[in-house]
């Protein structure tokens, strides 16, 4: 029988780029246009309760993103539950933190003719009070009726994959763990529990594995399906058959408390599941008894495989049996294998990115390109010595430009020094005792809220023909480099706190810029109306 014969090196490159090109393929688009799923799917780390997760672009912003599909079976319950589960998910949209995967829009899909956006969190732009702005594409290419209700939702997407996964890599490499690196991710993922934990009511992630952790290419870890414990949690037992959690995996029971389903969820549940996802950190991987789930023997080799005695007691206080004797997140972050008195340059970091709005963009580069670099930057004296000189020939803006970058990402947060309470976030993430049933009166829709924060401002003001009123021309640079022009004709009695207020009703700037812009407004009426 003859051999059959290859195919050609051509022929095989051709057959790959038309893979490709199906992957790339828009399958759905959300109704206003803004995000395309495609048809590659992807595996954001076993995120559970989802059953489909697909690659989506962001025709918005020109970033990848992940399309998460939970479909329901019964759509009567569904059906009657629907104003419950949009709360829930408008309520989650506003968790917002460096070291938490970011919910972007969600919407409901139980109509018969096809999906539809919730109200809140259309893109477009009715009524905006003078302002111009941006709009919203139409709906097209909209899919055929599903068999099942489904809520859809926008996550950000997490290229490098889970910290399970990087675990392994580093492993089969034959490396160890970093002890810096360690340290570095630890208070990563404090700082997102320290700040679920201190909302009101707490939030507690239920489902913190190494498979719901993720780690980007620069460093920076991510927390993901901080939706799912809430969501499964108040939803009645007729919807709750599509959630499923991390638990259900034999090979994860080991990040669960002995009291994990019997009592009520406290903050300790995620404190034990932390003090596992350090344990497998420091020893790269808890070797399981072939398929099935992690044994007391093998914890309690990798707990004695610790050298460091400061790290083994910090694990050790996590994993106690007693949940109360479980310190909390934000006391783990001053544990002393974790804390560390933060250098002036980190805190000036800090300072620097706060009041970014104020400098041009590239103020770093042009501030090096006036200095002269023989001039001394710093000196300590010495007695009887000559003294210690630094000048700014030593200091690379690079440098400097990459980890104020990584400040801004969220690598090194300054928890310290933070503020007990997140500010910004809804009263409450759990959902509210039932009430009676009361009528309600038509309400105008409230407008889309924008979720980044704005990094830079500048403003012109010129006078109108009739010297009656000022032009005001406003560019807002937000974090993710999106320039933002508005236009606005003032009136003698409008203020600055008034148009600030009225840009974050209608969605153009982030509520935690209202203070800022409006000082920022007021100085510029203030330079302009003098002169």
């Not at 072939?290 to 309690?300: L, M, Q, S, Y």
């Not at 104020?358 to 200095?371: A, D, I, Y």
Request: include cysteine.
């Amino acid at each position: 029988m003859a051999a059959p014969e290859p195919v050609p090196r051509r022929g095989r490159e051709r057959e790959r780029e038309e893979e490709s090109e199906d992957e790339s393929d828009i399958l759905e688009e959300s109704p206003c246009g803004r995000w395309q799923k495609r048809r590659e799917q992807v595996n954001q780390g076993n995120m559970p309760g989802v059953q489909s997760t697909f690659l989506a672009m962001d025709t918005e912003e020109g970033v990848e993103v992940v399309w998460n599909e939970l479909h329901f079976s019964d759509r009567k319950a569904f059906s009657a539950h629907e104003e419950k589960i949009q709360t829930m998910f408008e309520q989650l949209v506003l968790v917002d933190h460096p070291n938490i995967v970011k919910l972007h829009k969600y919407w409901l899909d139980a109509s018969e003719a096809g999906a539809r956006v919730s109200p809140r969190h259309s893109r477009g732009r009715r009524g905006t009070g003078g302002w111009g702005g941006r709009g919203c594409l139409p709906a097209i290419g909209k899919p055929e009726s599903p068999s099942a209700p489904q809520v859809i939702f926008i996550t950000e997407y997490v290229s490098s994959g889970s910290l399970k996964q990087f675990l392994k890599k580093t492993k089969k490499n034959h490396k160890a763990m970093n002890a810096r690196a360690w340290k570095r991710w630890c208070t990563q993922i404090l700082s997102a529990l320290s700040f679920l934990h201190a909302c009101s009511p707490p939030i507690i992630h239920g489902n913190l594995t190494s498979d719901t952790i993720f780690i980007q290419h620069n460093g920076l870890i991510k927390i993901g399906s901080v939706w799912h414990r809430i969501f499964s949690n108040a939803l009645p037992d007729d919807l709750r058959s599509p959630i499923h959690t991390e638990q259900e995996e034999p090979r994860n029971l080991h990040f669960f408390p002995p009291e994990y389903g019997e009592v009520a969820d406290r903050t300790a549940v995620d404190i034990f599941s932390f003090g596992m996802c350090a344990l497998e950190m420091a020893v790269l991987e808890i070797q399981a008894n072939g398929d099935t789930r992690v044994t007391e023997e093998a914890i309690a080799r990798a707990r004695h495989s610790l050298s460091d005695p400061n790290m083994r007691e910090f694990i050790l206080s996590c994993l106690a049996r007693d949940p109360a004797r479980r310190p909390s997140a934000h006391n783990l972050l001053f544990h002393r294998v974790l804390f560390e008195v933060h250098s002036l340059k980190l805190l000036a970091a800090h300072c620097f990115i706060q009041h970014q709005y104020l400098m041009p963009e590239n103020v770093v580069e042009e501030k090096t390109k006036s200095m002269d670099l023989h001039a001394v930057l710093a000196e300590i004296p010495r007695p009887s010595r000559p003294p210690l000189q630094w000048r700014y020939s030593e200091v690379s803006y690079l440098e400097l430009d990459k980890f104020l970058e990584d400040v801004r990402n969220g690598i090194y947060p300054l928890m310290n020094f933070a503020a007990a309470r997140p500010l910004g976030l809804p009263r409450a993430l759990a959902p509210p005792p039932e009430e009676a049933q009361k009528a309600k009166t038509p309400t105008p829709e409230p407008f889309d809220s924008e979720t980044r924060k704005v990094i830079q401002m500048q403003c012109n003001l010129e006078r109108s023909e009739d010297k009656a009123r000022w032009h005001l021309t406003l560019l807002l640079v937000l974090e993710d480099r999106l320039h933002r022009q508005l236009t606005y004709d003032l009136l003698p009695t409008d203020s600055a706190q008034d148009l600030a207020t009225e840009l974050v009703h209608y969605g153009f700037v982030h509520e935690d810029d209202r203070t800022k812009l409006a000082a920022f407004l007021e100085s510029a009426f203030r330079k302009h109306r003098g002169a």
